[in-house]
Structure formats: C-alpha cells, structure tokens
C-alpha cells in the first residue's frame, strides 16, 4: 500500500514574476535602488492608508519596527512588560531595545495579555516598567481603545507587537503598531515590516533611526540609529502583494470556513473571529489538554505537519529562561492546546478532511 502524501503545514507564496514585472521595469528605468526610492514611498502611503494610519515608517522586519518603536517610545526604567505566550522575536526586540521582558500570563481565551492581567503584573514588578508590548494573537486586531485607557491610567508607554495582523487593522492611534510582512504573512513581501501610529512626530523618527540617523537629504547624524530600511526590490515585492491582496484574503477567508464547518460538533477549536473577522496565515486549532498527545501522534501518522508556532512560551526558551516573571499559570495550560494547523493556498478538501479528522 502506497505511503500517504506529506501535507504541509505551511507554503507561502509571494507574487509571481508576471505581477513584479512592471515594478521591476521602474526600478530599472529609476535607477534607484534603496534608501527610500519611489517604490518604498509608494508601498509605505499605500500600506499606511489601507491600517488607516497617519503614519507609516517601514522597516527592514518586524522585530526592528518593535525594537525601533520601544527606543522611541520606552520611558526610564529597566523592564518591558510582554506576554509569555508570543513567537521568541518579541523578546529579542524587547533586549535589543535596551530592556529586559517581564514575563506576563495571558488570557486562556483570547491568547492575550489583556490590561487587567498587565495592571496585576505591575503590582509583582521587581524593578521600573519602561514600557509594555502587547502582541496580538497571530493576527487577530488588538484592542487599542483598552490599551490607550491603560497607558493613560498607568504613564506606561504601549507598544503593540501586531505582526500578524497587518490587513485586520483599521483607525490608528497614537500607540505605535508594529507589523511584520515576513513571507509566512498575509501580506508578505519576504522580509520587512512597518511601524504605525497617528503620531507622525513618531513615524518620522521612526524612519529616521532606518537611516543611521539622518532626518533629510543633509548627511547629518541626529539620532542613533542604523540600517533598518527596505529596498526598492522589496518594495515593487509588497506593491505587487497589495495589488493581490482581495483575492489572497478571499481565498484564505474561504479556506477558514472550510475548517470552521468541520470543526462546528468537534470539541477543537479555531480562535474568535478567525476568518470572519480577520485572517491569518498560521491558523491554529486550541485542543483540549487531555487530547493534545493523541492528536499530535495521529496528524504525525498520518503524515500531516503540525507546528506550535509559539512553542510553549518564551520562559521555556534558555536564552529567556532567567527573566524575571509574573504567574504564568494560564500560558503554561494553554500553550501547548495550540496546534498550528496546515493552511496554504493549494491545500485540498481531501486534504482538510485528513486533518480534521485527527481533531476531537
């Protein structure tokens, strides 16, 4: 009997040579090739008008537009204040900012930190809080209304780490919002990410620290920065992708119902809001503790890849493992329940069938 097909949990897909070629045939005719060239200007308006942002500084990825903004935005004091439960890059943006995480449980529910569980972690906070990043639950829209009520209450500068939720964004505020717009994005360009905010002040500073400091056209270093900037190829990249970005969002819109109408008797789950709301290219399904083992060994004979995205919490990695932390009752019982699903455009019925049929 033939072995069953591999199916695979992931496969991006950027725009094709076709869709680059006009952009590309620009880039030649321009002769320019980086420091913020025509293509990076356009993608940056066109990026900042669809999240509905006053401001728009793009970055060379996600973790510099969250280590740019923390500079930026981060008072005195030693300590950033993040969830546990979040992709290990948070983390690191959060040292190369000059901090130190301070580890917080999130919500079993929502896979948040929320402001009730943050105001709690300051009361156990061994030193200062500088600032607090707040990451959005692969892709899913943070709540900014709590958040600047929170910052208001508290004098905590809020960061928001939303790499994944680039197209689920909609009227900016002034707390600065980093995404990513890494390959395995909905709208992803390979590399890059941006930074947010209704703050234009910020977004000015922001782009700025991209180019080692230099506010104009005048070689004069003003701010210590460095090379964070995007070129003009992975710029004609993200023109292309937003061109394409109805019909992406449609498919992997589509491609949701299709788990959500096989999942609708099973005890799994996918998130609130996933695919109707808002989309994702890393969907999980959150199983029950007592069934994650059973599941994970029949997705494995069966062939079907399966990811924790954000393994079991940045406390379990060693370089984060001695950071000070808060309880972390509720991320060490839901972390492991997370199971990253196959999700690409190209996966077959039969193939989601397979899938959830090792799903309880």
Excluded at 148 to 153: G, H, I
Excluded at 156 to 183: E, K, N, Y
Aim: charged share 15%; aromatic share 6%; proline share 5%.
């Amino acid at each position: 009997m033939p072995a069953r097909t591999l199916v695979r949990v992931l496969r991006p897909q950027l725009p094709t040579i076709g869709t680059l070629k006009p952009y590309i045939e620009r880039i030649d005719g321009a002769r320019i090739y980086s420091n913020y060239g025509p293509l990076s200007r356009e993608f940056g308006e066109r990026l900042g008008r669809m999240a509905g942002a006053a401001g728009t500084a793009l970055t060379a990825n996600g973790t510099s537009a969250i280590e740019l903004a923390l500079r930026l935005r981060a008072r005195q004091g030693s300590l950033c204040l993040m969830p546990a439960f979040t992709f290990i890059a948070s983390a690191h943006a959060v040292c190369n900012a000059g901090l130190t995480p301070y580890l917080a449980d999130v919500d079993a529910e929502a896979l948040v930190l929320t402001t009730q569980i943050a105001h709690a972690a300051l009361a156990q906070a061994p030193a200062q809080v500088a600032a607090v990043l707040v990451v959005s639950a692969f892709g899913a829209p943070p709540d900014q209304g709590a958040w600047a009520q929170f910052e208001a209450d508290t004098g905590i500068p809020v960061v928001f780490d939303a790499a994944a939720a680039v197209t689920a964004l909609d009227g900016i505020g002034r707390q600065p919002v980093c995404v990513s717009l890494h390959a395995t994005k909905v709208l992803g360009i390979g590399e890059g990410g941006a930074i947010f905010s209704a703050d234009t002040a910020l977004t000015d500073e922001a782009t700025a620290l991209t180019g080692f400091g230099f506010r104009s056209a005048e070689r004069v270093s003003t701010l210590r920065g460095g090379n964070y900037r995007i070129s003009e190829y992975a710029a004609a990249v993200g023109l292309a992708a937003m061109d394409g970005l109805p019909q992406q969002t449609a498919a992997l819109r589509a491609l949701t119902a299709a788990y959500a109408s096989r999942l609708q008797h099973k005890a799994a789950r996918l998130q609130r809001g996933a695919g109707a709301q808002w989309v994702t290219m890393t969907l999980n399904a959150i199983v029950p503790a007592s069934q994650v083992q059973a599941v994970t060994d029949r997705m494995d004979a069966d062939r079907i890849e399966w990811r924790r995205w954000w393994g079991l919490g940045c406390h379990r990695h060693p370089a984060f493992a001695d950071v000070p932390r808060a309880t972390l009752r509720q991320t060490d019982a839901v972390a492991p329940c997370v199971i990253g699903l196959p999700f690409h455009l190209g996966l077959t019925q039969d193939e989601i069938d397979r899938v959830v049929a090792c799903l309880p």
